[in-house]
T-cell receptor
């Protein structure tokens, strides 16, 4: 089975721009979560989607949004980029709603200049 | 929000030695998971231990969980150079909720 895939792997944007990141979960997995990783704040939960519905949201401003499609693929969007949004964005998928093993993708490295 | 916290010290050991790292958390959990990350890449799931379990093994990995002390430890036996990585513990608070709270990670360097 293919693992979690994320595109693009690397991205460079400038302040004020917006960006969309994509995540394809493992086939059959219906839950997709997003995390932001920075040297200063570590790994922080952004949001989780299950069956196209956002089930949980972390403490991030409204500039961060996401969605999930009927095929479980997910996208996250960051509008009006700030320098502090530079981070590794990780997507994780799991089979069910319940707390079980989450499988992470390789991440998207976003650099905001 | 509750967060797992590993011992902050980086660990440098010789190949073949054992590596132990600890994680503490503040509130009741459903389960605790350990992940490995190599050089800023994706996280690799190592092991999951549920709140009603005390010890779990997977290959060269041994995880313990002490819910009374709200702590967990990860032991890697007979370490290899390929074990060089950052190790994170993550806690899941509520059954039915996939939100994980991660610790800050523990850098392990295994010297060949």
């Amino acid at each position: 089975k293919a693992g979690v895939t994320q595109t693009p792997r690397y991205l460079i944007k400038t302040r004020g721009q917006q960006v969309t990141l994509s995540c394809s979960p493992i086939s059959g997995h219906r839950s997709v979560s997003w995390y932001q990783q920075t040297p200063g704040q570590g790994l922080q939960f952004l949001f989780e989607y299950f069956s196209e519905t956002q089930r949980n949201k972390g403490n991030f401003p409204g500039r961060f949004s996401g969605r999930q499609f009927s095929n479980s693929r997910s996208e996250m969007n960051v509008s009006t980029l700030e320098l502090g949004d530079s981070a590794l964005y990780l997507c994780a998928s799991s089979l069910l709603v319940s707390t079980d093993t989450q499988y992470f993708g390789p991440g998207t490295r976003l650099t905001v200049l | 929000s509750q967060q797992g916290e590993e011992d902050p010290q980086a660990l440098s050991i010789q190949e073949g030695e054992n590596a132990t790292m600890n994680c503490s958390y503040k509130t009741s959990i459903n389960n605790l998971q350990w992940y490995r990350q190599n050089s800023g890449r994706g996280l690799v799931h190592l092991i999951l231990i549920r709140s009603n379990e005390r010890e779990k093994h997977s290959g060269r990995l041994r995880v313990t969980l002490d819910t009374s002390k709200k702590s967990s430890s990860l032991l890697i036996t007979a370490s290899r150079a390929a074990d060089t990585a950052s190790y994170f513990c993550a806690t899941a608070l509520v059954y039915g909720n996939n939100r994980l709270a991660f610790g800050k990670g523990n850098q392990v360097v295994v010297i060949p």
